[in-house]
C-alpha cells in the first residue's frame, strides 16, 4: 500500500514549517495509529489457529516430491516428506475422500459435489463432472488416459477426455477400486469384478474368495491382494482369477487399506492398526510401536517412506513400520472435545490426538502426551499446578508439569468414560457417563481428596448407573447434569448426598453447565436453548431468544458475557444474563462447535472437524441485541454422535420454504427409513434418528428440499 498523503493532499505538509510541522506530523501519526487500531478492532472476526494437528486422513497419493493428502475432507500438500502440510488452493469445494494421481494431473472426489482436476499441484482446481449422474464419488483410480470414479449405490463411471465427459461403465455397489499393471478391478456387493481392457467390460472373479466384503485391492504384476471387512487378507498370482488367504498374525478386523513396498505388504485395519507381511500374506507381524491411532483408513508408500492415515491424522515410518511418527503439522482438522486455559497456557483434548498446548494464544501447537494410553480426551479441570484430563475409556490422568508427562489415576476410579471434571474446597470429582455403542454404563460421581491419586464414589441420591454429563462447583454447591435423565442434581456436602435441582426444566436432554457469579447455567438441546438458576436449580427461566433450536454443547463465561457454542449454529453471546442472545459467527465457517474457553483476550472455539478458533473478546463488548437469521444457504449437517447407538441427530438448515424430505438409506441403496416428508418453512431444524430395529454398518442420509439434495454417511455401531 502506497503512502497516506494525509487530508489535504501530497503536498500540504511541505508549506507546514518547524514546531508546527512537527506537531502536525505528530498528530497526523497518533490519528492513524488510532484509527489503524479501530479499524482492526471493528474488522476483526473468527480465525482459525492452525491446530490442533489431525482430522480424518481418508487418503494419500504424490506427484513427484509433493505429497498430497484428503484430510477432514480438504486436501493438504507437503513438500518436506509430511513435515508440514498446507491447505491447498482454490476452487475446491464439497468432503474430499479419494485422490488420484494421472502423470502430473491430481483428481479428487468428493462427497457432494463431484470430481476436481488440478495441473499446477493443488494450486487451482477445476469440476470436471460434467455427465456425472451421481455426484457422490467414493473411489478413484486412473490408467493410462482413463480414469475411473467408483461411487457406492451407482457402480462406476469411466472418462478419456479427463473428465470432460463420463460413461457408466459397471452398475453396481462398489465398496473399492484397485490397478494392478493394465488391469482394473472393483470391489462390489458381489466379491471382485475385474476389466482388462479399461472397463468395457468387466468378469465377476471370486474363486477362493470365501469373503465378498472387500475394502481395498492392490497390485504389482501379476500380483493382487484384496483386504476385507471380516479381518482377511487375500491374495492372488494370476491377476484375480484364483484367490487364497493364510492370514497368520492378522487382527481380526476389517482391512481398509493395503501398501506395497519392495517385498512388504502393509494392511490397514480399522480398530487393529497396521500389520506387516514379507511373504505375501502368509503370515503377518503388528507394526504399531508410536502409532496412537489404530483405526487407519489409508495407507501409501513412497519409496522405503510408508505414510499411514488415520481417523486422527497422519503417521510416517522410515522403517519399514518398525517406528511411527505423526506428521500433522499444519492440518487443523481435528475434532476438540475439550478446552481449558491456565495462565498463559491453552490446553485442548481432541478425540484421537490427545492433549496438544499453545502458549502463544492458538499460534502454535504441540502434542504433550507422553504417558497418556488414550488419545481421546473429553474434559479438562486444574486444582493449583495439578492438571487433569478426563478420557473415553481409561478414566483420568494427571500431570504437574503442563502435559509434559501424565500420570493414570489408580484403579479405584474405574477405567471408563469421563466427559466431566470440576474441583471444589481441594476435592477433585469425575463424572462418569455410558457412552454411545460401547463400553460400561455410566457409574455417576467419584471424588477424590488426594489431588486425584485414589478415588471413591459419591452417588448417594443419583439414580442407578447415571451417565454424567457435565459438572461445576460454585462455593459449596456442587452441580451434576445427567444427559440421559434430563436431570440436574445438586450436593452441599461435597458429593455424600444428591438432591434434584431441575425444577422447572422441561424434559431436554442437557449437555452443558456453567457459573456466572452465583447464576447457573444449564445449555440444553432443540428448542430448550439455555436455563438459567439464581438460586442454586430451586427454580429454572428459559432463554432461548435468538438462539436456534440446535443443541447447546458448550458454554462460556467471560466478564458480563456469556457464549453458548451452538452444535451445527456456531457461537451465540449474551451480556443480558440470557434475556436476548446475537450470533458471533464473523468470519466462523466451522458450525460444529464442541468446546468453548476464554482467557481475558481471546475466545476460543473448539469444533468438530476444524481445530480451536479464536475470536478477541473486545470486539464482542456489544453482545446485547437479539438477531436470529434466516440461513442464506441450504445446509445438510453431519449427524451427531457418529458412530452411534441407536439414536442419533440430524440437523438441516433451509434458506426458503420448501417441501422436504429426509431418508436413510443403506449401502445398498435401499430405502430404510423415512424421518421427515412435509413442507418445512425456512430456518433450521433437528431430527432425531432411532435405529434400533437395524444392524451394525454404513448408512446414508439423504437431504431432498426443492432441487436441492445432498447425502452423507452415518456409522451404527452396537
Not at 475432507?73 to 469445494?93: C, D, E, F, K, M
Not at 471434571?421 to 470429582?429: C, D, P, T
Not at 449474551?574 to 464473523?586: H, L, P, R, Y
Request: charged fraction near 10%; include cysteine; proline fraction near 3%.
Amino acid at each position: 500500500m502506497g503512502a497516506y498523503p494525509g487530508p489535504f493532499g501530497r503536498n500540504c505538509l511541505s508549506s507546514i514549517k518547524g514546531d508546527t510541522m512537527k506537531k502536525y506530523a505528530l498528530l497526523t501519526f497518533s490519528t492513524i495509529i488510532l484509527l489503524l487500531a479501530w479499524q482492526e478492532d471493528v474488522h476483526a472476526q473468527w480465525a482459525p489457529t492452525i491446530g490442533p494437528g489431525g482430522g480424518v486422513a481418508q487418503s494419500i497419493a504424490a506427484i513427484g516430491a509433493t505429497l498430497f493428502s484428503a484430510i477432514g475432507g480438504q486436501v493438504y500438500l507437503s513438500t518436506n516428506n509430511g513435515t508440514s502440510w498446507t491447505a491447498a488452493g482454490s476452487g475446491l469445494s464439497g468432503w474430499v475422500n479419494s485422490l488420484a494421481v494421472n502423470g502430473t494431473t491430481l483428481a479428487a472426489s468428493t462427497n457432494t459435489d463431484g470430481i476436481f482436476l488440478s495441473t499446477d499441484n493443488g494450486t487451482n482446481w477445476m469440476t470436471i463432472d460434467n455427465g456425472l449422474p451421481n455426484l457422490h464419488i467414493r473411489y478413484l483410480v486412473g490408467i493410462g488416459s482413463h480414469l475411473f470414479a467408483g461411487t457406492i449405490v451407482n457402480g462406476v463411471y469411466r472418462s478419456s477426455d479427463n473428465g470432460a465427459s463420463w460413461d457408466t461403465v459397471l452398475t453396481d455397489t462398489v465398496t473399492c477400486l484397485g490397478v494392478s499393471g493394465t488391469y482394473l478391478f472393483a470391489g462390489t456387493a458381489n466379491g471382485i469384478a475385474r476389466s482388462t481392457d479399461n472397463g468395457s467390460s468387466w468378469t465377476s472373479v471370486i474363486s477362493g474368495l470365501r469373503n465378498l466384503g472387500v475394502r481395498c485391492i492392490i497390485g504389482s504384476g501379476n500380483t493382487v491382494f484384496a483386504g476385507t471387512d471380516n479381518g482377511l487378507v487375500y491374495s492372488s498370482s494370476d491377476s484375480g482369477t484364483n484367490w487364497s488367504s493364510a492370514n497368520s498374525g492378522l487382527s481380526p478386523t476389517p482391512v481398509y487399506s493395503l501398501a506395497l513396498s519392495g517385498a512388504n505388504l502393509f494392511a490397514g485395519t480399522y480398530g487393529g492398526g497396521i500389520y506387516l507381511s514379507s511373504n505375501d500374506g502368509v503370515s503377518w507381524k503388528a507394526v504399531n510401536s508410536g502409532l496412537t491411532d489404530t483405526y487407519v483408513m489409508s495407507l501409501f508408500a513412497n519409496g522405503q517412506d510408508i505414510y499411514a492415515g488415520t481417523w486422527g491424522g497422519l503417521f510416517l515410518s522410515t522403517d519399514s513400520g518398525a517406528s511411527w511418527t505423526e506428521i500433522n503439522g499444519g492440518t487443523a482438522k481435528s475434532e476438540v472435545w475439550a478446552l481449558l486455559s491456565k495462565g498463559s497456557n491453552l490446553f485442548a483434548g481432541t478425540r484421537y490426538n490427545g492433549v496438544w498446548l499453545s502458549t502463544d494464544d492458538g499460534t502454535s501447537w504441540s502434542a504433550v502426551n507422553s504417558g497418556l494410553t488414550d488419545m481421546f480426551i473429553r474434559s479438562f479441570a486444574v486444582s493449583g499446578n495439578t492438571l487433569f484430563a478426563g478420557t473415553y475409556s481409561s478414566g483420568v490422568f494427571s500431570s504437574t508439569n503442563n502435559g509434559t508427562t501424565w500420570t493414570q489415576s489408580d484403579t479405584s476410579l474405574p477405567r471408563i468414560d469421563v466427559p466431566a471434571l470440576a474441583v471444589n474446597e481441594g476435592n477433585i470429582f469425575a463424572g462418569t457417563e455410558g457412552w454411545w455403542y460401547s463400553g460400561p454404563p455410566g457409574q455417576g460421581v467419584f471424588r477424590s481428596t488426594n489431588n486425584g491419586v485414589s478415588w471413591t464414589s459419591v452417588d448417594s441420591g443419583l439414580p442407578y448407573q447415571p451417565s454424567i454429563q457435565a459438572l461445576v462447583a460454585s462455593g459449596s454447591n456442587l452441580f451434576a447434569e445427567s444427559m440421559y435423565a434430563t436431570t440436574i442434581y445438586r450436593s452441599t456436602n461435597n458429593g455424600e448426598r444428591w438432591t434434584e435441582a431441575d425444577s422447572g426444566i422441561p424434559g431436554y436432554a442437557l449437555y452443558s453447565l456453567a457459573m456466572k457469579d452465583t447464576i447457573l447455567l444449564a445449555g440444553a438441546s432443540g428448542n430448550g436453548g439455555v436455563f438459567f438458576s439464581s438460586n442454586n436449580g430451586r427454580s429454572w427461566t428459559e432463554s432461548n431468544a435468538g438462539l436456534p433450536p440446535l443443541q447447546i454443547s458448550a458454554l462460556a463465561v467471560s466478564g458480563s458475557k456469556i457464549f453458548a457454542g451452538v452444535y451445527g449454529g456456531g457461537i451465540y453471546g449474551s451480556a443480558n444474563n440470557g434475556g436476548n442472545w446475537t450470533a458471533q459467527n464473523d468470519g466462523l465457517t466451522p458450525t460444529l462447535i464442541q468446546s468453548l474457553a476464554a482467557n481475558g483476550t481471546y475466545l476460543f472455539a473448539g469444533t468438530i472437524g476444524d481445530g480451536v478458533w479464536r475470536r478477541p473478546l473486545s470486539e464482542m463488548a456489544g453482545v446485547k441485541s437479539a438477531n436470529f437469521e434466516i440461513p442464506k444457504k441450504f445446509l445438510l449437517s453431519q449427524n451427531y454422535p457418529n458412530p452411534f447407538n441407536p439414536t442419533t441427530t440430524i440437523s438441516f438448515e433451509l434458506p426458503s420454504q420448501s417441501f422436504v424430505t429426509l431418508k436413510i438409506f443403506d449401502v445398498l441403496g435401499n430405502q430404510v427409513s423415512t424421518i421427515i416428508s412435509e413442507e418445512l418453512r425456512a430456518g433450521t431444524y433437528t431430527r432425531k434418528w432411532n435405529a434400533a430395529n437395524l444392524t451394525s454398518g454404513v448408512y446414508f442420509y439423504r437431504l431432498q428440499a426443492g432441487t436441492y439434495h445432498e447425502t452423507k454417511k452415518l456409522l451404527l455401531l452396537k
